[in-house]
Structures are given as structure tokens and as C-alpha cells.
T-cell receptor, first 113, second 113 residues
Framework: QKEVEQNSGPLSVPEGAIASLNCTYS??????FFWYRQYSGKSPELIMS????GDKEDGRFTAQLNKASQYVSLLIRDSQPSDSATYLC?????????????FGPGTSLSVIP | GAGVSQSPSNKVTEKGKDVELRCDPI?????LYWYRQSLGQGLEFLIY????????KSGLPSDRFSAERTGGSVSTLTIQRTQQEDSAVYLC???????????FGDGTRLSIL
């Protein structure tokens, strides 16, 4: 089992719809969770961080964390064509003597006008 | 500057040559990461620095790859005797502490002829 898993997609949604991106992780000790967006040919940029169970909203974006189910998701409301990108989930775990951040493979999102 | 700075932005070299890639993290950031991303692929972790030490070198693909960080700031990634499969974008990221979000540089696009 990979440590951080995401559906590779591509996920296609019509403009104005809700896009739902999912991420599961294997280490129950994971403490910090991040969503990044990466446009083609560009570097990843941070969208949201979430550290405790529940929902965290920032504009059109909502991150949801369920540690019991080892699941973190990102909802994008009122999807726009400019949201078309690859979305990377990153999870921070604690190894014996250091923190480790593991990135998932990413989900490609296409918002259709 | 305010962000992570990487140089050069592009590097073309012949197979068998050595290359050095440089990363200047955000001032005050203690954690520094190197990743590799091949075209259309996910992020491949290479090495993580906390201060000047590297508690996690597990991602370095071979002994041709090495990295150092001096003064808790600038880092260089060196690839010796380059091979064509080393062609990729090399990304550097930094964070204030390892449990904080990472901020990425624009990357170095390395092409081995």
C-alpha cells in the first residue's frame, strides 16, 4: 500500500459544479495535511493546510479531514476553467527522529466551460 | 527576494558531465527539500535538510547524486556523470519548520543530451 494515494484522474467537471478530490494515507500518526495545485509547467503552490478533524473553508475551497478514516479531501465550489490543474495531497508523518512529508501522485482536474 | 530562488532555470549539458543546481530558500526557513519531476509524472522526493544536516537522504537515486547545505541557507544538488535519465525538472522547497507548508521554487529544467 502506498503511503499517500489519490485518484489519478483525469477528473472532469462542468464549469460551476463542485469538484471533489480525495486522498487517503496509511500512517495513523500523520499530523499535518496539505493541498497543493500545480499548473502544467509550473511549480506546486499551496492551497490549504489542515491539522484537525473537520472542515476548513477558504473562499471556494474546503478541506475536510477525517483521521479515523485516514482520509482528507478538497472540495472546489463553483469550479472555473482556471481551476484546471493537478492537485497534490501532502501528508506529514513523524519518523523515528524526523518529520517526513509525503506527496501523493496528484489528481488531474479539468473544468469544462 | 521573498520566495525560493533556484538557479539556473535551465541547464543543457552533455552526458557524462557534472552539474550543480542551486537553491536559495526563503530567509529563516529551517527545512529544505529537493524533488525531481519528470514530464507528466509526480514529485519524486530526493533529500530533506533540517538546518545543515540531512536526516532523510532516502530519495537520492544513486551515488552520483549528492547535496549539501551550508549556513542553514543555500543548498546545492550535484549530479556527477550525468545520464539521459537524469533529464527532469529539479524542484527545491523550503518551510519554516518541517510541520509547516512547503514553498516551492520555479525549478531547474535539466536536459542531458
Amino acid at each position: 500500500q502506498k503511503e499517500v494515494e489519490q485518484n489519478s484522474g483525469p477528473l472532469s467537471v462542468p464549469e460551476g459544479a463542485i469538484a471533489s478530490l480525495n486522498c487517503t494515507y496509511s500512517d495513523r500518526g500523520s499530523q499535518s495535511f496539505f493541498w497543493y495545485r500545480q499548473y502544467s509547467g509550473k511549480s506546486p503552490e499551496l492551497i490549504m493546510s489542515i491539522y484537525s478533524n473537520g472542515d476548513k473553508e477558504d473562499g471556494r475551497f474546503t478541506a475536510q479531514l477525517n483521521k479515523a478514516s485516514q482520509y482528507v479531501s478538497l472540495l472546489i465550489r463553483d469550479s472555473q476553467p482556471s481551476d484546471s490543474a493537478t492537485y497534490l495531497c501532502a501528508v506529514k508523518t513523524v519518523k523515528t527522529s524526523y518529520d517526513k512529508v509525503i506527496f501523493g501522485p496528484g489528481t488531474s482536474l479539468s473544468v469544462i466551460p | 527576494g521573498a520566495g525560493v530562488s533556484q538557479s539556473p532555470s535551465n541547464k543543457v549539458t552533455e552526458k557524462g558531465k557534472d552539474v550543480e543546481l542551486r537553491c536559495d530558500p526563503i530567509s529563516g526557513h529551517t527545512a529544505l527539500y529537493w524533488y525531481r519531476q519528470s514530464l507528466g509524472q509526480g514529485l519524486e522526493f530526493l533529500i530533506y535538510f533540517q538546518g545543515n544536516s540531512a536526516p532523510d537522504k532516502s530519495g537520492l537515486p544513486s551515488d552520483r547524486f549528492s547535496a549539501e547545505r551550508t549556513g542553514g541557507s543555500v543548498s546545492t544538488l550535484t549530479i556527477q556523470r550525468t545520464q539521459q535519465e537524469d533529464s527532469a525538472v529539479y524542484l527545491c522547497a523550503s518551510s519554516f519548520f518541517s510541520n509547516q507548508p512547503q514553498h516551492f521554487g520555479d525549478g531547474t529544467r535539466l536536459s542531458i543530451l
